[in-house]
């Protein structure tokens, strides 16, 4: 167990809903990321939060959007839903801010989204 | 072309073989690199850390970096069961805020 916990960890819905994916980072970490995996793009990266604050933005679509709250758990926000939308997304945390010099990266176990 | 190139596989061997699976990169900034092990409906699990080139070893797992080559490896010895998994080579250069991750490799190790 990673302790980056997400939630739900399945969900069905139709295209054009919006839905929105939780996570809570283990206990202690600043750094919250979101990253979309698909079989044929693989593990993109969308965006991460430090403390609360945004600090890096990647393969995010504009229908999308994430916030990180006080308590430091994140949220992402996905609306206009298109068929191509369908995939896993990861929330991962780390202690500090990049998440890759010298800090390892926890992922949870994910959401699988599925857009009928 | 991809900044991260992994031969998706998949790769099926009997237990108790070496597994060795490799990644090129693109970008010479890269300093950090890293292998996630994926099972099936799991979040990417951390196996291995390196940083710069040369080799790390962790009980039956072996990291390697040439960066010269821009190409790294992992290796697993004795591969069990458990082993079947999908092995991601993940990497970054400083003060980067991501990691760029290959497509992965999915293993199966046969009883």
């Known amino acids: 167990d990673s302790g980056v916990t997400q939630t739900p960890k399945h969900l069905i819905t139709a295209t054009g809903q919006r839905v929105t994916l939780r996570c809570s980072p283990r206990s202690g970490d600043l750094s919250v990321y979101w990253y979309q995996q698909s079989l044929d793009q693989g593990l993109q990266f969308l965006i991460q939060?430090?403390?609360?604050?945004?600090?890096a933005k990647g393969n995010i679509l504009e229908r999308f959007s994430a916030q990180q709250f006080p308590d430091l758990h994140s949220e992402l926000n996905l609306s206009s839903l298109e068929l191509g939308d369908s995939a896993l997304y990861f929330c991962a945390s780390s202690a500090g801010i990049t998440g890759t010099a010298n800090e390892k990266l926890f992922f949870g176990s994910g959401t699988q989204l599925s857009v009928l | 072309q991809k900044e991260v190139e992994q031969d998706p596989g998949p790769l099926s061997v009997p237990e108790g073989a070496i597994v060795s699976l490799n990644c090129t990169y693109s970008n010479s900034a890269f300093q950090y690199f890293m292998w996630y092990r994926q099972y099936s409906r799991k979040g990417p699990e951390l196996l291995m850390y390196?940083?710069?080139?040369g080799n790390k070893e962790d009980g039956r797992f072996t990291a390697q970096v040439d960066k010269s080559s821009k190409y790294i490896s992992l290796f697993i010895r004795d591969s069990q069961p458990s082993d079947s998994a999908t092995y991601l080579c993940?990497?970054?250069?400083?003060?980067?805020?991501?990691?760029?991750f290959g497509a992965g490799t999915t293993v199966t190790v046969r009883a």
């Open positions: 390196t940083y710069s080139s």
């Open positions: 993940a990497m970054s250069g400083p003060d980067d805020y991501k990691l760029s």
């Open positions: 939060y430090y403390n609360g604050e945004e600090r």
